[in-house]
């Protein structure tokens, strides 16, 4: 058995932010939403690349460089045992 068990770590399903009214799961169509600021945006299908919802942090966005490595991830998990943090440790 390894050290770090994602599986057991994970909290449950409601602890996760996953609200069944709400969660039509991934590539649903979240529609138009109003920001903070009172503007409006159209936030694309959930957590699909080139989608607004899941665009980089701005602030991050500012300072990217070329040279940075991007990892799209293809599930919501952790990055344990992962191409990502495999990446990232190097």
């Not at 991830?73 to 990446?87: E, H, L, Q, T, Y």
Request: proline share 8%; glycine share 8%; hydrophobic share 30%.
């Amino acid at each position: 058995m390894p050290e770090h068990d994602e599986v057991t770590e994970l909290p449950p399903k409601p602890a996760m932010g996953k609200d069944p009214r709400l969660y039509k799961g991934l590539g649903s169509d979240i529609s138009t939403i109003e920001l903070g600021d009172g503007t409006s945006v159209e936030a694309g299908r959930l957590l699909m690349r080139d989608q607004w919802n899941s665009a980089l942090y701005p602030d991050l966005e500012k300072v990217r460089q070329p040279e940075d490595i991007w990892i799209h991830k293809n599930r919501m998990s952790g990055m344990v045992s992962s191409f990502a943090s495999n990446s990232l440790q190097c």
